[in-house]
């Protein structure tokens, strides 16, 4: 995840401080020990003073929750700004260029991150601990490579790292901000919360983040130290410039009562070498909390912002001596943003009579949406009038009436920003406002195009929810319609709700007095697509190990006939694939029931040949007796094969009688 906010406690810098005053003789020794083995083996490469050096006190400006775009407010008094290289097409550093803009290029190299392009490269050797609080994240085992079992992997890690710093000097970068350069820190958990393994000491992490500033300016790249201040006097010669989070918020590991800040007070500023330094609003704090601390904090270039770091130039706050004082509202690009809330009175309560969505251009905002539970802070309309879903998981929606019977058709212009998962979504409820069946199509074009959505709705529908949903997904969602088609013969696929022969399964039982548990037989009913639906013969033909670790079993009396499938765990699943037809309508039913105080559902899933989700539909399960439920899906194109899928979340599940049919 991108701003890499601290994640250690106050407290645990208080303790570390009064341990450490009590012994600093011998921590002194032991730096000046491991200093004089650096100057040993290290040799800081020859031509460092010639990489761009920003100077003392220069303005800056992070933006790595959101992409550049060349409708953001820039300010002439900011010109070097700090992105993430790999969430920016290559066009935007070279808009930034134009704009005379020396351009920070963000990586991470010291944790994994399951959404990179990149991230089936790295070793599962050197994959260690969760990186507390941001999901998909791992710490990295960054030792040298004669320490690894397998040195090989150690060179493929520094493989990768010379990758990325090579397709970020192809794509304009200036300079470097690497992340994660302090896995040596005792407080970083590095093996879950158990006793390690083994240790990454605090000389093998100066031996990498040698390796990486040399690596940089290797390719003609300045590099800054991020965070990290325990190494600042040791990497100086090595770093053009510094980069920190919050260092008033921690306080000095080794001089009691004093910030992180005044690391840099001691080495970088004395060097002539910039200091960039971001507060977060979300602390509680102001500018006029630090900017009284420039007398003590001489020439550190600070700027005030929120955790998402989305704002353009303009929009996050600095002080005196490196702000934009009169100039910020005269950028012509600004003003642009006034004319957009004027429209909001009129389109909002008219929609076009064609369209049963209400401000489907966003041209009024957020107006007629509403965010869903999982919506944060990164969710808005930017000037271009486009929805924008980006950090963390992300929910909108806009809840209409609907009829059964009739086919819904949502189509938007869309396109999602990197390699993390979005979708958009039709919810069918029925008058209690309880959902009974759902559609959801994955996007995953990265550049914008027309994305379709089409759905009957079952018996019983009486409102339709319409949604979009990204995980840091950089979602941007432009132009939707949705229409319902109520003309001659197609509605007529609502025998969707044919799966009345859902008591049909009833003949499913036939086989089972017939099957003896001790000799399984790959049993289908001919007109079942599903191998073992009754899950008669344990979990045969079902693929359990693609969730979770909870527990997927079969019980002798735990279904509705005998037999039954039980699913219980945080996020666990039991999934059988099969070969589907383009166009062909396909219905699941089971008998199921939900005992746990969490969600789940049954579901149908079609992938592409290269194994892509290009279409989805699931019903949740929510009542705690057995009850039949249905989904009802059309295969889109490129379809090769379908899913079925039975899921939990933080839940209990019981199934039995599953029943996959082709309709008609």
């Given at each position: 995840?991108?701003?890499?906010?601290?994640?250690?406690?106050?407290?645990?810098?208080?303790?570390?401080?009064?341990?450490?005053?009590?012994?600093?003789?011998?921590?002194?020794?032991?730096?000046?020990?491991?200093?004089?083995?650096?100057?040993?083996?290290?040799?800081?490469?020859?031509?460092?003073?010639?990489?761009?050096?920003?100077?003392?006190?220069?303005?800056?400006?992070?933006?790595?929750?959101?992409?550049?775009?060349?409708?953001?407010?820039?300010?002439?008094?900011?010109?070097?700004?700090?992105?993430?290289?790999?969430?920016?097409?290559?066009?935007?550093?070279?808009?930034?260029?134009?704009?005379?803009?020396?351009?920070?290029?963000?990586?991470?190299?010291?944790?994994?991150?399951?959404?990179?392009?990149?991230?089936?490269?790295?070793?599962?050797?050197?994959?260690?601990?969760?990186?507390?609080?941001?999901?998909?994240?791992?710490?990295?085992?960054?030792?040298?490579?004669?320490?690894?079992?397998?040195?090989?992997?150690?060179?493929?890690?520094?493989?990768?790292?010379?990758?990325?710093?090579?397709?970020?000097?192809?794509?304009?970068?200036?300079?470097?901000?690497?992340?994660?350069?302090?896995?040596?820190?005792?407080?970083?958990?590095?093996?879950?919360?158990?006793?390690?393994?083994?240790?990454?000491?605090?000389?093998?992490?100066?031996?990498?983040?040698?390796?990486?500033?040399?690596?940089?300016?290797?390719?003609?790249?300045?590099?800054?130290?991020?965070?990290?201040?325990?190494?600042?006097?040791?990497?100086?010669?090595?770093?053009?410039?510094?980069?920190?989070?919050?260092?008033?918020?921690?306080?000095?590991?080794?001089?009691?009562?004093?910030?992180?800040?005044?690391?840099?007070?001691?080495?970088?500023?004395?060097?002539?070498?910039?200091?960039?330094?971001?507060?977060?609003?979300?602390?509680?704090?102001?500018?006029?909390?630090?900017?009284?601390?420039?007398?003590?904090?001489?020439?550190?270039?600070?700027?005030?912002?929120?955790?998402?770091?989305?704002?353009?130039?303009?929009?996050?706050?600095?002080?005196?001596?490196?702000?934009?004082?009169?100039?910020?509202?005269?950028?012509?690009?600004?003003?642009?943003?006034?004319?957009?809330?004027?429209?909001?009175?009129?389109?909002?309560?008219?929609?076009?009579?064609?369209?049963?969505?209400?401000?489907?251009?966003?041209?009024?905002?957020?107006?007629?949406?509403?965010?869903?539970?999982?919506?944060?802070?990164?969710?808005?309309?930017?000037?271009?009038?486009?929805?924008?879903?980006?950090?963390?998981?992300?929910?909108?929606?806009?809840?209409?009436?609907?009829?059964?019977?009739?086919?819904?058709?949502?189509?938007?212009?869309?396109?999602?920003?990197?390699?993390?998962?979005?979708?958009?979504?039709?919810?069918?409820?029925?008058?209690?406002?309880?959902?009974?069946?759902?559609?959801?199509?994955?996007?995953?074009?990265?550049?914008?195009?027309?994305?379709?959505?089409?759905?009957?709705?079952?018996?019983?529908?009486?409102?339709?929810?319409?949604?979009?949903?990204?995980?840091?997904?950089?979602?941007?969602?432009?132009?939707?319609?949705?229409?319902?088609?109520?003309?001659?013969?197609?509605?007529?696929?609502?025998?969707?709700?044919?799966?009345?022969?859902?008591?049909?399964?009833?003949?499913?039982?036939?086989?089972?007095?017939?099957?003896?548990?001790?000799?399984?037989?790959?049993?289908?009913?001919?007109?079942?697509?599903?191998?073992?639906?009754?899950?008669?013969?344990?979990?045969?033909?079902?693929?359990?190990?693609?969730?979770?670790?909870?527990?997927?079993?079969?019980?002798?009396?735990?279904?509705?006939?005998?037999a039954g499938l039980r699913i219980k765990g945080?996020?666990?699943?039991?999934?059988?694939?099969?070969?589907?037809?383009?166009?062909?309508?396909?219905?699941?039913?089971?008998?199921?029931?939900?005992?746990?105080?969490?969600?789940?559902?049954?579901?149908?899933?079609?992938?592409?040949?290269?194994?892509?989700?290009?279409?989805?539909?699931?019903t949740p399960v929510e009542s705690t007796n057995?009850?039949?439920?249905?989904?009802?899906?059309?295969?889109?194109?490129?379809?090769?094969?379908?899913?079925?899928?039975?899921?939990?979340?933080?839940?209990?599940?019981?199934?039995?009688?599953?029943?996959?049919?082709?309709?008609?």
């Amino acid at each position: 995840m991108k701003p890499r906010m601290k994640l250690r406690l106050l407290l645990t810098f208080m303790v570390s401080a009064f341990i450490l005053v009590g012994c600093s003789t011998s921590t002194n020794e032991q730096m000046d020990s491991l200093n004089a083995q650096v100057s040993d083996t290290q040799v800081l490469g020859e031509n460092a003073s010639n990489y761009w050096q920003p100077e003392v006190g220069t303005a800056w400006h992070y933006q790595i929750g959101r992409p550049i775009s060349t409708t953001d407010s820039f300010s002439d008094d900011v010109k070097v700004y700090s992105i993430d290289v790999f969430d920016n097409e290559p066009e935007n550093i070279t808009f930034l260029k134009s704009k005379d803009i020396k351009v920070i290029c963000y990586i991470n190299v010291g944790a994994w991150e399951i959404w990179r392009a990149d991230a089936g490269e790295f070793p599962e050797s050197l994959k260690l601990g969760n990186y507390d609080n941001w999901a998909g994240e791992r710490w990295l085992d960054i030792r040298p490579v004669e320490k690894l079992d397998n040195p090989a992997d150690g060179e493929k890690l520094r493989e990768i790292m010379r990758s990325r710093f090579t397709e970020a000097a192809n794509r304009g970068c200036d300079a470097i901000e690497p992340d994660n350069l302090d896995s040596w820190n005792p407080s970083i958990n590095l093996n879950n919360g158990q006793p390690r393994e083994f240790e990454i000491s605090y000389q093998d992490q100066l031996e990498y983040n040698i390796f990486l500033a040399d690596l940089a300016h290797e390719l003609g790249l300045s590099i800054g130290l991020k965070s990290n201040v325990e190494q600042a006097a040791d990497l100086l010669d090595y770093y053009d410039w510094a980069l920190n989070e919050s260092c008033t918020q921690y306080l000095h590991p080794t001089i009691a009562g004093v910030s992180e800040c005044q690391f840099y007070q001691d080495t970088f500023i004395p060097q002539n070498k910039a200091v960039f330094w971001v507060e977060y609003e979300e602390f509680g704090n102001q500018t006029s909390d630090f900017c009284p601390l420039s007398g003590e904090l001489t020439g550190m270039s600070f700027m005030l912002g929120r955790l998402e770091l989305r704002e353009d130039a303009t929009q996050v706050e600095r002080c005196e001596a490196t702000s934009t004082p009169t100039p910020v509202p005269n950028p012509e690009p600004e003003p642009t943003p006034d004319p957009e809330p004027t429209p909001e009175p009129t389109p909002d309560p008219t929609p076009d009579p064609s369209n049963l969505l209400a401000n489907a251009n966003f041209t009024s905002g957020l107006s007629a949406w509403s965010l869903g539970e999982c919506a944060d802070n990164a969710i808005f309309v930017d000037t271009n009038n486009q929805l924008n879903l980006g950090l963390g998981d992300s929910c909108i929606g806009q809840s209409l009436q609907a009829r059964e019977g009739l086919t819904y058709d949502l189509s938007c212009v869309a396109r999602k920003g990197n390699n993390t998962y979005a979708e958009m979504s039709l919810f069918f409820e029925d008058g209690q406002g309880e959902v009974i069946s759902v559609a959801h199509l994955p996007i995953i074009n990265n550049s914008f195009e027309t994305v379709n959505l089409e759905e009957f709705s079952p018996l019983g529908t009486e409102y339709l929810y319409v949604s979009f949903y990204g995980y840091n997904a950089d979602l941007r969602v432009d132009s939707c319609v949705l229409s319902a088609n109520e003309s001659g013969e197609q509605p007529t696929p609502a025998p969707e709700p044919t799966p009345e022969p859902e008591p049909s399964p009833e003949p499913e039982p036939s086989p089972e007095p017939t099957p003896v548990p001790t000799k399984p037989t790959p049993d289908m009913d001919a007109e079942n697509l599903l191998y073992n639906g009754d899950f008669e013969f344990d979990l045969k033909s079902w693929r359990n190990a693609s969730c979770g670790t909870g527990i997927v079993e079969t019980l002798p009396a735990s279904g509705v006939d005998g037999a039954g499938l039980r699913i219980k765990g945080d996020s666990d699943c039991a999934d059988q694939t099969r070969d589907a037809a383009i166009g062909q309508a396909y219905t699941l039913t089971c008998d199921a029931k939900n005992v746990g105080e969490g969600y789940a559902e049954i579901g149908l899933y079609f992938e592409n040949s290269n194994g892509v989700m290009v279409r989805s539909g699931a019903t949740p399960v929510e009542s705690t007796n057995y009850q039949t439920y249905t989904v009802n899906v059309i295969a889109p194109e490129d379809t090769i094969t379908i899913i079925t899928d039975l899921y939990v979340y933080q839940s209990e599940m019981y199934v039995d009688n599953c029943y996959l049919s082709a309709v008609e």
